[in-house]
């Protein structure tokens, strides 16, 4: 059996938005800013898309950016707002432990600059407290920047209190809800946020294109120069088949939400209850306050990535928490922060499921991954020591 089970990383594309990128290349091949009856087609399809996602996240239509995915959104957002801060005095950042790389790696560079940044801890479940955003915000702060979900454990964040607060203080307030828009509802009224990044591929569009939204009256700054397309916010003639085959992507998956969150959730519950039977093994982040889709563990006295390759000779795609994978020996930093020491944070194992995913295939799951675990700790040293008490169990 084969199961694709890392839809975090990336969705199989709709056929709905596969038949819309083509649909559109064909079609809609002028460009939107020529004058031409082409160029005007091509503008008007443009057009249809800005309008049908604003109106799926509770936005205007000229409050949306159309961008090359949630990285690029991440990072015009984020450095947007510090620099307009820089211009008052105020160079000071909040965010999280747990925030997704594009904004790290973006405040990295800020403190590089100047900036001070503070990184909010969060709980063994994986969720941070409003309250410690609340105590951080002071006169100095440009900006405060937390996840609507993470990535690697799935816990979703409280974005709409602590997009309240920064309202009432009048911080600029960016979400990366990247994880987020088409798998749970998102409306940037509701969250009370300024900035909001998001990606095609995490919903069955393609790779290379998102969005992001930008309230009315926030500051914006250029990324990218040279021309005057989206309002000269974000210069490059636009994707116009890959954001078509967005909107029908984000369309589709929107359409009825409840029902999928539903039917995924259900998987994901009985997922985890089986492979919690493992013993020595730890469920990562909250088990409720979590995306219907994420199963997060860490298996005590074995690797990750010996783990996935095993898992894939089986016909399993899944990843692990640990950056090894990406050519690091440090352990993921969001299963450092929610409390995991090095040892048990290398052998984690993320499942994101989709609505594609079948009860046959949470049943091949439950079996071959214990099975996996098993071997691997009948060759691993540090599983034998653990085993005649040489080392004491963690988990």
Same mark, same amino acid.
């Given at each position: 059996?084969?199961?694709?089970?890392?839809?975090?990383?990336?969705?199989?594309?709709?056929?709905?938005?596969?038949?819309?990128?083509?649909?559109?290349?064909?079609?809609?091949?002028?460009?939107?800013?020529?004058?031409?009856?082409?160029?005007?087609?091509?503008?008007? #399809?443009?057009?249809?898309?800005?309008?049908?996602?604003?109106?799926?996240?509770?936005?205007?239509?000229?409050?949306?950016?159309?961008?090359?995915?949630?990285?690029?959104?991440?990072?015009?957002?984020?450095?947007?707002?510090?620099?307009?801060?820089?211009?008052?005095?105020?160079?000071?950042?909040?965010?999280?432990?747990?925030?997704?790389?594009?904004?790290?790696?973006?405040?990295?560079?800020?403190?590089?600059?100047?900036?001070?940044?503070?990184?909010?801890?969060?709980?063994?479940?994986?969720?941070?407290?409003?309250?410690?955003?609340?105590?951080?915000?002071?006169?100095?702060?440009?900006?405060?920047?937390?996840?609507?979900?993470?990535?690697?454990?799935?816990?979703?964040?409280?974005?709409?209190?602590?997009?309240?607060?920064?309202?009432?203080?009048?911080?600029?307030?960016?979400?990366?809800?990247?994880?987020?828009?088409?798998?749970?509802?998102? @409306?940037?009224?509701?969250?009370?946020?300024?900035?909001?990044?998001?990606?095609?591929?995490?919903?069955?569009?393609?790779?290379?294109?998102?969005?992001?939204?930008?309230?009315?009256?926030?500051?914006?700054?250029?990324?990218?120069?040279?021309?005057?397309?989206?309002?000269?916010?974000?210069?490059?003639? #636009?994707?116009?088949?890959?954001?078509?085959?967005?909107?029908?992507?984000? #369309?589709?998956?929107?359409? @009825?939400?409840?029902?999928?969150?539903?039917?995924?959730?259900?998987?994901?519950?009985?997922?985890?209850?089986?492979?919690?039977?493992?013993?020595?093994?730890?469920?990562?982040?909250?088990?409720?306050?979590?995306?219907?889709?994420?199963?997060?563990?860490?298996?005590?006295?074995?690797?990750?990535?010996?783990?996935?390759?095993?898992?894939?000779?089986?016909?399993?795609?899944?990843?692990?928490?640990?950056?090894?994978?990406?050519?690091?020996? @440090?352990?993921?930093?969001?299963?450092?922060?929610?409390?995991?020491?090095?040892?048990?944070?290398?052998?984690?194992?993320?499942?994101?499921?989709? #609505? @594609?995913?079948?009860?046959?295939?949470?049943?091949?799951?439950?079996?071959?991954?214990?099975?996996?675990?098993?071997?691997?700790?009948?060759?691993?040293?540090?599983?034998?020591?653990?085993?005649?008490?040489?080392?004491?169990?963690?988990?």
């Amino acid at each position: 059996m084969y199961v694709y089970a890392d839809n975090a990383a990336t969705t199989r594309m709709r056929p709905a938005a596969l038949k819309k990128f083509e649909e559109t290349a064909e079609r809609f091949y002028g460009n939107p800013s020529s004058l031409h009856s082409a160029g005007q087609r091509a503008q008007e #399809e443009l057009t249809r898309c800005r309008e049908a996602v604003a109106r799926i996240l509770g936005a205007q239509p000229r409050e949306i950016l159309f961008t090359s995915g949630g990285s690029e959104s991440d990072n015009q957002a984020i450095l947007s707002a510090a620099y307009f801060g820089a211009k008052k005095g105020k160079r000071k950042i909040v965010s999280t432990a747990i925030e997704h790389h594009a904004v790290l790696h973006t405040l990295k560079k800020l403190e590089k600059e100047g900036f001070e940044v503070v990184l909010l801890p969060v709980g063994t479940d994986g969720i941070v407290r409003a309250e410690d955003a609340e105590r951080e915000i002071d006169e100095k702060t440009c900006l405060v920047s937390v996840m609507l979900a993470n990535n690697e454990i799935g816990t979703l964040q409280p974005v709409a209190e602590i997009g309240k607060i920064c309202r009432a203080r009048k911080v600029p307030f960016h979400t990366d809800a990247v994880q987020a828009v088409g798998h749970m509802p998102v @409306d940037v009224n509701d969250l009370k946020c300024d900035y909001l990044a998001l990606s095609a591929h995490k919903f069955g569009g393609p790779r290379g294109v998102g969005a992001l939204y930008v309230r009315t009256g926030a500051p914006i700054a250029n990324l990218i120069e040279g021309g005057a397309q989206e309002r000269g916010k974000r210069a490059g003639t #636009e994707n116009l088949p890959g954001i078509a085959a967005m909107t029908a992507a984000l #369309e589709e998956a929107t359409a @009825d939400l409840p029902a999928y969150m539903k039917k995924v959730s259900a998987l994901r519950d009985r997922l985890i209850a089986n492979l919690s039977k493992i013993p020595h093994c730890a469920l990562n982040g909250d088990p409720e306050k979590r995306l219907c889709g994420n199963v997060s563990f860490c298996f005590e006295g074995i690797e990750g990535e010996s783990l996935l390759l095993l898992l894939d000779e089986k016909g399993i795609c899944a990843s692990s928490g640990s950056a090894c994978t990406s050519g690091s020996l @440090d352990p993921s930093h969001v299963l450092l922060a929610i409390g995991r020491v090095h040892d048990v944070a290398h052998g984690s194992l993320r499942l994101t499921l989709s #609505e @594609d995913t079948t009860e046959a295939e949470i049943d091949y799951l439950s079996e071959e991954i214990p099975k996996v675990v098993e071997y691997l700790r009948n060759m691993s040293p540090v599983w034998r020591d653990l085993k005649e008490g040489r080392r004491s169990y963690i988990l």
